[in-house]
């Protein structure tokens, strides 16, 4: 690829993770939330903003909690899951929404503080997310 290919590139790339950045910017301050991820299944955070925590970790954590909830699909005959949540004795929420766009699954994890409500800044934070995704891989294909 040449240099001017690899520029336009990694502007799109830049764009989309602001793209993406603005929608967690969004519930973060609606919900209070203390971070927010959008990661693949395999771990690679695609955007995430005011991590209070090291988004690393929170990506791979949601990668093993997707493996928990493809395991109790499998082997306790579960139907698929779209949330699984962790609570901690502080009443901290850990939730990780599994979606689909582009033909692929990812992870939209979010940190809620006690007793705050999430699943509606959630379920808004998604359908704009595979909107953000879905026209992104659009843009792709007419290019």
Request: hydrophobic share 40%.
């Amino acid at each position: 690829m040449n240099k001017k290919a690899n520029e336009c590139t990694s502007k799109s790339s830049n764009y989309l993770q602001e793209k993406l950045e603005s929608v967690l910017q969004k519930i973060n301050e609606e919900g209070e939330f203390k971070a927010s991820i959008i990661s693949t299944l395999e771990g690679f955070t695609l955007a995430s903003k005011f991590s209070e925590f090291d988004d690393v970790v929170i990506s791979a954590i949601s990668v093993i909690v997707q493996d928990v909830s493809a395991k109790a699909q499998r082997f306790i005959g579960f139907n698929r899951m779209d949330e699984v949540s962790l609570v901690d004795d502080d009443k901290f929420r850990l939730v990780c929404r599994e979606f689909e766009a582009i033909g692929r699954k990812f992870v939209l994890t979010v940190v809620v503080p006690p007793y705050k409500t999430y699943r509606r800044l959630t379920n808004i934070a998604l359908r704009d997310i595979e909107k953000i995704l879905n026209e992104r891989e659009e843009t792709r294909h007419t290019n």
